[in-house]
């Protein structure tokens, strides 16, 4: 299997000093191979992604108050719902919390502009999308003038310590600026235009907002600068590359996932006990089914434990599950099989 050359995390971090004018919207960092390579690693990604997803889901469930927040910006024809959706089709809808932000409402404009963030924000155990954010209220805002420089300026120390505080409070905040180059979004407007079933994509406005381009590269570069903390930091993804935003964006959120290493709740009841009143209930051809049943389930549990082990190793160093682990478990499965049987064989 192919795989990054660099963690996409490092690769595609803005730095301190970032040059938006000078960054290639066609290259692939960290990845040196070729779109189906991207597509296995995709697949492969996906499935691991539903199962750190569920553990999440699984932990909030039991009380612990851990999510996550992936801010997606970009301007129009970056792909933005394109990556929200495709990533999102990995996991478990009730997992995930997608959330758009278009022009404020009425009631919205009457209040901070943090105001409808905060109600949108990830509850525990979820994993929440922003397709645009807060940080319309210094991109858009800026560039129409909306409000006056002396507004929207103290905003990014603001949007700051906003984020602080979202990450004190247990949610792990990820930034990904999709950035697509002039021609390319040229190409994509006219290709809305040609195809009758793009034209609901498309606005008259568009080609205002795109007239202002480098009105809107200045306020992003300045966004990437000034907003860029270690607690949440942005990712900058060159966009021209459909694929390539998708690939990089499943792997910083599945390897970020990975690293928060979520563990199973323990269970708060008595196993034992719980399968034996189940059991009763159960006819013999039934329980006899469950035993057959027991090995594969309890094997499917376990690979899908160890590629999480295993992915968490390769980013972390951590130790690999040993040999006595897989034999632990093993034996972990002959047990409950035995358990069963004696259930079986006392009716
Ligand atoms: P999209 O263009 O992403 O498909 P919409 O048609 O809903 O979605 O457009 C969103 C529009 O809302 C964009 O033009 C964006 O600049 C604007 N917008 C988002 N947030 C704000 C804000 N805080 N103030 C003003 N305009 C905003």
């Not at 990820?174 to 034209?199: I, N, T």
């Not at 376990?302 to 897989?326: C, F, K, Q, W």
Request: hydrophobic share 40%; charged share 30%.
């Amino acid at each position: 299997m192919k795989t990054w050359d660099i963690d996409p995390r490092i690769a595609l971090r803005a730095s301190a000093d970032f040059d938006l004018a000078a960054f290639d919207r066609s290259s692939t960092p960290g990845w040196s191979h070729d779109k189906d390579d991207a597509d296995k690693l995709l697949a492969r990604r996906g499935r691991l992604l539903s199962e750190l997803q569920e553990r999440l889901y699984a932990a909030g469930r039991a009380g612990e108050n851990r999510a996550v927040l992936c801010v997606v910006q970009g301007l129009d024809t970056a792909g933005k719902g394109g990556v929200a959706r495709h990533v999102m089709g990995y996991v478990d809808p009730q997992g995930v919390a997608l959330r758009s932000f278009g022009v404020p409402t009425e009631e919205e404009l009457a209040h901070h502009y943090l105001w409808r963030i905060r109600k949108a924000l990830p509850p525990a155990g979820r994993i929440g999308v922003f397709d645009r954010s807060h940080y319309e209220d210094v991109l858009v805002v800026r560039v129409d003038e909306l409000v006056p420089p002396e507004v929207w300026q103290p905003r990014f120390e603001e949007i700051n310590e906003f984020e602080a505080e979202l990450t004190e409070s247990g949610i792990t905040v990820l930034k990904f600026a999709m950035m697509v180059s002039y021609e390319e979004q040229g190409l994509r407007l006219m290709e809305r235009l040609d195809r009758p079933d793009k034209h609901w994509k498309y606005s008259p406005g568009d080609l205002k907002t795109r007239s202002k381009w480098f009105a809107y590269q200045e306020a992003y570069q300045d966004v990437l600068r000034r907003t860029n903390t270690d607690y949440a930091p942005w990712y900058v993804l060159p966009a021209d590359r459909k694929w390539y935003p998708r690939l990089a964006i499943t792997e910083i959120l599945t390897r970020t996932l990975a690293e928060l290493e979520l563990a199973w709740p323990k269970a708060d009841f008595d196993v034992a006990e719980q399968r034996r009143e189940l059991a009763r209930t159960m006819s013999a051809a039934a329980l006899q089914q469950s035993i057959d049943a027991t090995r594969d389930s309890m094997a499917d549990a376990l690979t899908d434990s160890l590629e999480v082990a295993e992915l968490a190793a390769s980013i972390s160093g951590a130790n690999l599950p040993s040999r006595d682990h897989e034999a632990e478990v093993a034996a972990q499965i002959d047990r409950v099989i035995k358990a069963k049987q004696q259930l079986r064989d006392a009716r």
